[in-house]
């Protein structure tokens, strides 16, 4: 029970540094001249982030933990700080394009176009299946394939239109 009081705590403080991070850097972005696309769905994101992490904590707190499901979200730790590290002061939790900055092509975004989300995706899954949560871990995964499939759509349109302006 304390693992997972822990386990749940430690994602909670991680999910909340995130947010003031990205809140700061859009701040950043914005006073640079950046272009949010997609605000109308971003309210979803965090509710649906917030019911997952919320239905959590109401219903793992006193699960064991399964070490290997465990390893596996740490691993997916890993990608997180380095998709997030690689972007640095562009990484925000919106969709913001900065007229005349080029996409990053280095890092994660070398192999895939939007490892963030792959990051989440796992995340979503991975978590509950730790406090051995299947049903939980499929519902959340719908839901959040459902909010991804806008997401990325509106995200791959703003990109698009950015670089379509600087050529």
């Known amino acids: 029970m304390i693992a997972s009081i822990l386990i749940l705590a430690f994602v909670t403080a991680q999910r ?8 700061r850097n859009t701040r950043r972005l914005l006073a640079r001249g950046a272009k949010e696309t997609g605000a ?4 979803l994101i965090v509710g649906l982030h917030a019911a997952w992490l919320g239905g959590l904590w109401a219903l793992a707190w006193d699960r064991p933990a399964n070490l290997g499901w465990l390893a596996v979200y740490a691993v997916l730790q890993i990608l997180r700080v ?3 590290a690689v972007l640095a002061e562009r990484w925000t939790t919106r969709i913001l394009t900065v007229p005349g900055e080029t996409l990053v092509r280095r890092g994660p ?3 895939v176009s939007h490892p963030n989300y792959l990051v989440v995706v796992g995340e979503i899954a991975v978590l509950p299946l730790t406090f051995a949560m299947p049903l939980y871990a499929l519902v959340f995964s ?3 394939a459902s909010v991804l499939w806008v997401r990325i759509s509106a995200e791959n349109a703003a990109l698009r239109s950015a670089q379509a302006h600087e050529g």
């Open 16 to 23: 909340l540094g995130e947010l003031a991070l990205a809140r």
């Open 40 to 43: 109308e769905h971003y309210p």
């Open 82 to 84: 380095w998709t997030i």
């Open 109 to 111: 975004y070398r192999l």
């Open 142 to 144: 719908l839901l959040n």
